[in-house]
């Protein structure tokens, strides 16, 4: 278990690393927390020939406020985002973070790191996609803004050119009126889960005025879908979870599509993805009108 | 914009809190007749300041070059060709080796029993498993050497994989060892009693089928090997450093695979190894390999085994296809047994296997007085890891048929599950009791056991909970299970995979010897020293007290080493530690040792006071006069007597304070009639178990868990709870979370972390109430028993049998593991529960 031969570079700033990930010619890898990556490479899975450790770079490393987004540096660990007072702004990412791996893991790896690694079953590219979150990518011809909606493409899969370095995300803050879902079964804590989803609800005065509901450990990719229609059309009633089920049941055949594995079936990940969302809909829905997101 | 406020309900689950499990921290409540005294561990103040000395972290022999495993990546194949050209001209390689120089230099390690299944540490004519090794690698470093192992080519020729038991004993079945004509390693049958009339007088006949599945014990430090191949004029021989724990037996089998004698192997062990649960008796082969290895590189050779390694291709336990089916009467009790047990070995009949059938066939009839009883014992090759001990080994397989059938018998006969088993528990009066299958269960109170585990887990309180739930529509189950627990293994039972008549005459093995040392210096310090190989089980910490305790000492006054050097510590083959030796067999040496030592103090002393040595007594430091302890002298000073002035002891007394004792307990090989006492003692076990299970995500979820043991006297109960405890863990590990699971193909797709799933103390936080029963043995000087097994064996079938319980609404039965919230939706989907 040790890894391949390969070329270490640890430029100092973004121009220098972004010029040494094109030097690759598309053969080498950004390392930020190394949390997905390294073990890769041990297993020599993946054998890239340049390493382009960003961790140098200064500046990466930040979270910070920007008016309606929060945003996070490439380098930002998923420990520092979690214990931060301005994560506050983001209900989902403090519900979600508990989630990602073990505490250990979360003090190296990073929340971008995570997002560009798009696996299937990771919590944070759901999030991400739950809240329109933007992925700011930069690379020789510039820096482009890539929604979350086009960004996960696949399993480990983005839309990151092989000469592009994910920089930041932002996360939008909450608005007023919003409330928020998210909850995950795994076969143990911090294991990948097999079925998780994320919840935003947005109401005015006790009337639904959106619903998103984002799916992950169910597909390829993590899996979004407006469901407005679904809440408001029960959206009055006292056994609101109870009353989503039919409907979240149909929702997970729409969206659980994958083939299982010893852990769980696709059969069981739709009874999951079907139970968390009636109560993480139901959930969200109570935060938007009690004005607690 | 959200205020602070709006947002300070997030993160909805405590900082690592499990999100599914029972948050409820560990209770526990000791015994009343427990002694509660718990010195702390000696062991531990150099384990969690890092001054452990594993084997990764020792470099004996200067100049000393890595070693990296070439391993198959098919399960079933014929090797056509091997070419190791390329990585022989890598720059750093010192040597490869490969099938033809482990042909040349090898024999085929001598197996437990005759099959036509020959077993060399790399594959030769066929790769039989994904990850049997095929090739090593020796240069600079691991790094260098793993480059070069992609350089070795390998020419397969693929042939249809056996993965299951059933697939194995299929008529048209693939072959492992076409020289054997049949995948079938073994198969013998054994009858005791009048079987066949109980079953024709039955009021019922109860038959079940049950799997119990493969797993390991997972030790956090993986196999690692240090080999040296050096050449004199007396020959080859070789100098091994291994974490290996025995049995010892292995020392001999590895020796004939050189062919050396096993006086030219020597082994060392380190004294700090990072857990094995039995795992690691399955290394040998690795050192037999390593030290080849060295011969071509000409210096020594290091190998550490990485976790993917270790995941497909060291060891595990064997999983088991069987048949129980048992007579019973009116009144509900068992009057025959009937078993068929089939055992997946893997790949080889790697020794020690077929033990996995035998450990526990002197006590093959549990808790239970079943007078007759008929067993088939098979073993079968398939395409996966070979298989070896683990704690529990054997038990977890027996019980999980054996319970099981047990409430399968009161399903049928509507006798409730506690009160069917007291009706055919050993009674009290009935100890020392002789098994049909010819074990003795030395001493215990079955019945008391049971009713101390009910009343802890408050039963009463428990059905009323399942009462109210199942009212509620949810499913709640409460299981038992009550095991005997045997430990101190006497090695004649590999005998009876032998028919008697193959058994050469003078040739039986029986025993379990273990040996230690203790000295006293001139300063009056005493030492004890083991060869018993530990884990992490705290031998140390035991041994110094039972020292100190003996000899009328202060702790502080007695030191205990571990050193395992078959060349300078004393041995045997049934030396190591395995099937729970340390408390019944290694503490009675240590009191046989210590009481040598007494005598010459007590001789010393009575030169110093002036008095009959055998008036004298060791207490509070000090060798005085039993019936004026007044009149006393410092221990050291006896000591010092002896060492400065022995011209002045007592005629006939040695100037000895170095003594090697052994403890040989009275065993018996396997008689002609296929009996044998297969352990020396037999403690219990009985846990009772409540789940509750998530009407909608099916997660199972731990209630409460009584659990009650009696090991005999209780020798420090601060370890005991530990391996009460990890115990249960590692059950719970096998119940439901961890398997080694394949494809069909032959690919196993449990081979990281990410898929083999050790439960965690997010998992392993249930409540539990632990209790004690204690009835000496009167085999072992201190009455003790070992202890580290027990709730492998039973906690699984106990799981099993309460999650049973749940879904007997539904009358469906759990009669595999793992069981989890999967395995229950593929149960449950689309039936319906009955009206």
Redesign the interface.
């Known amino acids: 278990m040790k890894p391949a031969p390969f070329a270490y570079v640890r430029p100092a700033t973004l121009a220098d690393a972004i010029g040494e990930l094109a030097a690759t010619a598309g053969d080498g890898k950004v390392l930020a927390g190394g949390q997905s990556l390294v073990p890769v490479l041990a297993m020599r899975l993946g054998r890239p020939g340049t390493l382009v450790d960003i961790n140098g770079v200064a500046g990466l490393d930040t979270i910070e406020r920007r008016g309606p987004v929060l945003r996070v540096g490439a380098t930002a660990r998923q420990r520092s985002l979690e214990r931060s007072p301005k994560a506050a702004a983001v209900p989902l990412v403090g519900r979600a973070l508990p989630f990602v791996g073990h505490r250990e893991l979360r003090s190296r790896g990073t929340v971008c790191g995570s997002l560009a690694h798009a696996d299937p079953g990771a919590e944070l590219p759901a999030v991400a996609s739950c809240l329109g979150a933007a992925l700011e990518v930069r690379g020789p011809s510039g820096t482009r803004t890539v929604p979350a909606a086009d960004f996960f493409q696949g399993a480990m899969t983005t839309a990151i050119g092989p000469d592009e370095i994910l920089t930041a995300v932002e996360f939008p803050v909450a608005g007023p009126g919003e409330g928020f879902g998210f909850a995950e079964l795994a076969r143990r804590h911090g294991d990948f889960a097999l079925a998780g989803v994320v919840t935003r609800v947005r109401s005015a005065d006790g009337a639904v005025a959106e619903a998103v509901i984002s799916g992950f450990g169910v597909s390829d990719r993590a899996v979004t879908r407006d469901v407005t229609d679904l809440l408001r059309s029960v959206a009055g009633r006292d056994d609101l979870e109870a009353a989503l089920r039919p409907g979240t049941e149909e929702l997970a055949h729409d969206v659980v599509n994958t083939s299982g594995d010893q852990h769980g079936s696709q059969g069981y990940r739709r009874r999951l993805f079907a139970v968390l969302a009636a109560r993480e809909l139901a959930g969200a829905y109570r935060r938007s009108t009690e004005g607690r997101s | 914009?959200?205020d602070?406020s709006?947002?300070?309900?997030?993160?909805?689950?405590p900082?690592?809190?499990?999100?599914?499990?029972a948050a409820t921290p560990s209770e526990h409540t000791g015994g009343t007749d427990a002694p509660r005294w718990t010195p702390s561990r000696v062991e531990d103040a150099p384990l969690v300041t890092g001054e452990g000395r594993f084997l990764d972290d020792m470099d004996p022999l200067p100049g000393t070059l890595t070693a990296a495993i070439v391993r198959s990546p098919h399960p079933h194949a014929r090797i056509r060709s091997v070419d190791l050209s390329r990585a022989r001209r890598h720059p750093g390689v010192a040597a490869v080796i490969g099938p033809e120089e482990v042909l040349a230099a090898l024999r085929p390690f001598p197996l437990s029993v005759s099959t036509q299944m020959p077993y060399f540490p790399t594959g030769t004519d066929k790769v039989r498993y994904v990850g049997e090794p095929v090739a090593v690698v020796v240069a600079t470093d691991?790094?260098v050497a793993?480059?070069a192992a992609?350089l070795v080519a390998v020419d397969y020729e693929l042939f249809d994989p056996v993965v299951g038991i059933r697939t194995a004993l299929a008529e048209d079945a693939p072959l492992l060892h076409e020289g054997q004509g049949s995948n079938v390693a073994t198969d013998r049958t054994f009858t005791f009693g009048e079987v066949d009339q109980a079953f024709a007088e039955a009021t019922h006949v109860v038959s079940g089928e049950y799997d119990f599945p493969r797993y390991s014990g997972a030790p956090m430090e993986c196999y690692s090997v240090i080999a040296n191949w050096t050449e004199d004029s007396a020959g080859p021989a070789i100098e091994a450093w291994a974490n290996f724990h025995g049995p010892f037996t292995m020392v001999p089998v590895m020796a004939s695979a050189l062919g050396i004698p096993t006086s030219r192997v020597r082994l060392h062990v380190p004294a700090d190894i990072g857990g094995s649960f039995g795992i690691k008796a399955g290394i040998y082969p690795y050192v037999v390999l390593l030290a080849l290895a060295s011969k071509h590189a000409r210096t020594a050779v290091r190998w550490s085994e990485?976790?993917?390694?270790h995941l497909v291709a060291s060891s595990s336990g064997a999983d088991r296809m069987m048949r129980f089916e048992a007579a019973v009467d009116a009144d509900g009790v068992i009057t025959a047994l009937r078993t068929d047990l089939v055992d997946n070995v893997g790949a080889y009949m790697r020794p020690p296997e077929p033990s996995t059938l035998y450990r526990c066939y002197g006590n093959i009839t549990g808790a239970y007085r079943i007078p007759a009883v008929q067993i088939r014992a098979r073993a079968v090759v398939t395409n996966t890891m070979p298989t070896g001990l683990i704690r529990g080994f054997g038990g977890q397989q027996l019980y999980f048929g054996l319970e099981r059938l047990m409430d399968d018998i009161s399903a049928r006969t509507g006798l409730d599950v506690v009160d069917l088993r007291c009706r055919n528990l050993v009674p009290p009066d009935a100890f020392p009791y002789e098994t049909p299958t010819g074990g003795v269960y030395d001493s215990g109170n079955y019945e008391k056991a049971v009713r101390l585990a009910v009343e802890n887990a408050d039963l009463a309180e428990l059905r009323q909970r399942q009462a109210e739930a199942r009212a509620r529509g949810e499913l709640y189950g409460i299981g038992i299970a009550v095991v005997v627990d045997p430990s101190g293994t006497n090695i004649g039972y590999v005998g009876l995979a032998t028919p008697p008549e193959a058994r050469k005459a003078g040739r039986d093995k029986s025993g379990s010897t273990e040996h230690v040392r203790v000295s006293v210096d001139v300063q009056g310090v005493v030492t004890v020293m083991l060869g018993s190989v530990p884990q992490g089980q705290g031998h140390a910490t035991i041994a110094r007290q039972i020292a100190a305790a003996r000899l009328g000492l202060p702790e502080e006054s007695v030191r205990a080493v571990i050193d395992m050097d078959t060349a300078t510590t004393p041995w045997t083959v049934t030396t190591g530690s395995y099937s729970s030796r340390f408390a019944p067999l290694v503490t009675s040496a240590v009191i046989e040792g210590c009481d040598r030592i007494a005598r010459t103090i007590r001789a010393a002393g009575g030169v110093l006071l002036g008095a009959d040595p055998d008036e004298l007594e060791l207490a509070e430091g000090r060798v005085r006069v039993k019936s004026d302890p007044s009149r006393s002298a410092e221990f050291r000073h006896a000591a010092g007597v002896v060492h400065w002035d022995p011209g002045s002891l007592p005629e006939g007394t040695s100037a000895r304070l170095y003594e090697e004792a052994a403890f040989t307990p009275a065993a018996r090989a396997a008689t002609r009639d296929e009996r044998i006492n297969s352990s020396l003692c037999y403690g219990l076990v009985v846990e009772l178990v409540a789940v509750r299970i998530d009407p909608?995500?099916?997660?199972i979820g731990i209630d409460r868990v009584s659990s009650v043991h009696d090991a005999g006297t209780v020798l420090n109960q601060t370890l005991l709870d530990g391996q009460v405890y990890g115990a249960l863990t590692q059950a719970l590990g096998g119940a439901m979370?961890e398997?080694f699971?394949y494809t069909e193909g032959g690919q196993p797709?449990?081979a990281?972390f990410?898929?083999y799933?050790c439960?965690?103390t997010?998992?392993a936080g249930f409540p539990l109430i632990t209790d004690h029963v204690v009835s000496p043995s009167p085999l072992t000087p201190l009455g003790a028993k070992g202890s580290g097994e027990g709730s492998s064996m039973s906690f699984p079938v106990a799981i099993a049998n309460a999650v049973t319980d749940a879904l007997s609404p539904y009358g469906l039965k759990i009669d595999k593991l793992p069981v989890?919230?999967?395995v229950l939706?593929?149960l449950l989907?689309g039936v319906r529960r009955p009206a």
């Open positions: 914009m959200p602070q709006t947002v300070a309900d997030a993160p909805v689950v900082e690592e809190a499990a999100p599914t499990a691991r790094y793993e480059d992609e990485d976790r993917a390694e909608d995500t099916l997660e979370y398997e699971t797709t449990a990281t990410l898929d799933l439960p965690t997010a998992e989890h919230g999967n939706h593929e989907d």
